[in-house]
């Protein structure tokens, strides 16, 4: 198959395509980088030519909820139209665990806005939806540092590597549309503090971890592990992974 994976310069889209190619079928990374901007419709309608199946895993730049909101709607609304304009017969998604449990949040507003999008644009689809990834925890770690310490919510997560949420997206791609949603998770839930402690534990550099429930991005978010359907589990255990990188 002809396989379109929008994002897929990124930590997410490099292992789909890689994986997709190791079986067989043409993965076409589609990104700002090669000339396709989902954004403003750039470049969409070549890049789709052909096309069998779309994987979009790209991000929006921003965090805050009106810039992120724009991006989804905007890129998911041209995505839809250029995918009916060129026959494709599939549309897979990545997405968050609980993304529709937490109102209160603005990324998650304009990820529900993302998958409503998806589910209106008329094209067959599969939603992914994986809880935080493992290669998020030490960029969190530093944005809340502060000298020596880090400063972390205890908010419970079920991590998992990004690797097994490649996977997945992969497998998902190469299967015939759901028109449904899969949740995947790690197999351990810690709080945030605690995988502060468990990276710094493993990798030691001089920081020891505050628990803060004010602080960083997660400050004040309820937990939200498993969504309200079933999840499926995968086995890479966060100390582990950190230990192999």
Do not use: C
């Given at each position: 198959?002809?396989?379109?994976?929008?994002?897929?310069t990124?930590?997410?889209?490099?292992?789909v395509?890689?994986?997709?190619?190791?079986?067989g079928h043409?993965?076409?990374?589609?990104?700002?980088?090669?000339?396709?901007?989902?954004?403003?419709g750039?470049?969409?309608a070549?890049?789709?030519?052909?096309?069998?199946?779309?994987v979009?895993?790209?991000?929006?730049?921003?965090?805050?909820?009106?810039?992120?909101?724009?991006?989804?709607?905007?890129?998911?609304r041209?995505?839809?139209?250029?995918?009916r304009?060129?026959?494709?017969?599939?549309?897979?998604?990545?997405s968050?665990?609980?993304?529709?449990?937490?109102?209160?949040?603005?990324?998650?507003?304009?990820?529900?806005?993302?998958?409503?999008a998806?589910?209106?644009?008329?094209?067959?689809?599969?939603i992914?939806?994986?809880?935080?990834?493992?290669?998020?925890?030490?960029?969190?770690?530093?944005m809340?540092?502060?000298?020596?310490e880090v400063?972390?919510?205890?908010?419970?997560l079920?991590?998992?590597?990004?690797?097994?949420?490649?996977?997945?997206?992969?497998?998902?791609?190469?299967s015939?549309?759901?028109?449904?949603?899969?949740n995947?998770?790690?197999?351990?839930?810690?709080?945030l503090?605690?995988?502060?402690?468990?990276t710094?534990?493993?990798?030691?550099?001089?920081?020891?971890?505050?628990?803060?429930?004010t602080?960083?991005?997660?400050?004040?978010?309820?937990?939200v592990?498993?969504?309200?359907?079933?999840?499926?589990?995968?086995?890479?255990?966060?100390e582990?992974?950190?230990?192999?990188n």
């Amino acid at each position: 198959m002809k396989i379109v994976v929008v994002g897929g310069t990124g930590l997410i889209g490099s292992q789909v395509i890689a994986l997709l190619r190791g079986r067989g079928h043409e993965a076409v990374a589609a990104s700002p980088s090669s000339g396709v901007n989902a954004l403003t419709g750039e470049g969409l309608a070549d890049a789709l030519k052909g096309a069998d199946v779309v994987v979009d895993v790209s991000n929006s730049p921003s965090f805050d909820a009106e810039p992120a909101l724009d991006f989804f709607t905007r890129s998911g609304r041209n995505l839809g139209e250029a995918e009916r304009e060129a026959g494709v017969r599939h549309h897979v998604a990545l997405s968050i665990v609980g993304v529709d449990q937490v109102p209160d949040y603005g990324y998650y507003r304009a990820k529900v806005a993302q998958e409503d999008a998806v589910k209106g644009s008329g094209v067959p689809y599969s939603i992914v939806r994986a809880t935080q990834f493992f290669e998020f925890v030490a960029p969190v770690m530093d944005m809340t540092s502060e000298g020596g310490e880090v400063r972390l919510p205890s908010l419970r997560l079920r991590p998992i590597a990004s690797a097994d949420v490649a996977a997945a997206v992969a497998e998902a791609a190469q299967s015939e549309p759901s028109n449904g949603v899969r949740n995947i998770a790690g197999p351990e839930v810690h709080g945030l503090d605690r995988l502060g402690e468990i990276t710094l534990a493993v990798k030691p550099d001089g920081r020891t971890v505050v628990t803060d429930e004010t602080a960083g991005l997660f400050a004040g978010m309820p937990d939200v592990l498993t969504g309200d359907d079933t999840v499926d589990v995968v086995t890479t255990r966060y100390e582990d992974w950190l230990k192999r990188n």
